[in-house]
């Protein structure tokens, strides 16, 4: 995918397609679950309305974070999506992985026929390619162009919140899909109905385990992480670059919301500037730093002098 092709991957994009696409993979296993009676169609079906109450969460949480800043948030209301995000970590969590664990375990101690199953097996395919597609667009959002290699520590030290969770709903999407065409590819070929109960329990599990690993990416943003060391070192370069400026003394950042950064630098500059020209210096060292990083919406430069 190009650079140009990435840069119109939107947050509203990759939510959209992801809640248009569990839409239709609720209506399709809601109909295949009540024709073939398969406790995977109905994990399935739970997968598919989890999904989409977290993306509606998260439709809800980007607009919301969207509100301009005010009296009683200084700052803006980007911190809202971490909230509606952490909602969408619990639903997955607390609804779908146990709920499939649960059935898959009675119809894997209580088997029984599955009816229609190459029709369940074609939704499933289906399911595999829409949740791909959703996936893939979360993915490029998230990688940046970025080495492949890295995308587990990207995916850790991203402020795109919004795109980890369709990140991890897709991909939670597209595995079930996948452990599901497997499970009953392997109950046509033996027969055993067993099979039906085991990959839902295998989905159940899967669920939780993502689930988890997005809370706890989730965590660190909402106690008020900083921002990655490539992006301070950029901040610093990008200040040092101002002429009139000895060092940068200490630097504090924080994301308050998607691509949205508060930095706070303490910088050393020459002593025989006047407080004009020092004024007009903070403020090039603002524009300075914005320019090479955009994120940075909030900057407070002060002046501190080296201890000797």
Known sequence: MDEKTEQKISAKRVIITSFSIDLLDIVLNLFITILSGSVIMFTELLEGISDLVASGFLMIGLKRSMHKADNSHPFGYGTEIYFWSFLSAVVMFGLTSTLSFYFGYQRFIHPQIVNNVGLALLVLLVALGTNGYAFFLSFFRLLRRRPLKHIFRIFYRSSLVETKTTFILDLMGTCASLIGTVALSIYILTGDSRFDGLGAMIIGVILAIFSVFLVLG????????????????????????????????????????????????????????????????MDKIKEKVREEVPSARYIQVELETPRR
Not at 259 to 268: F, M, P, T, Y
């Open 218 to 281: 989730i965590r660190e943003l909402l106690i008020g992480k900083r921002a990655s060391e490539e992006t301070e070192a950029k901040i610093i370069r990008a200040a040092k670059e101002v002429e009139g400026v000895e060092s940068v003394l200490g630097i504090k950042t924080l994301h308050i919301g998607t691509e949205r950064l508060l930095v706070d630098l303490d910088v050393h500059m020459e002593s025989r500037l006047g407080t004009r020209e020092l004024e007009q210096l």
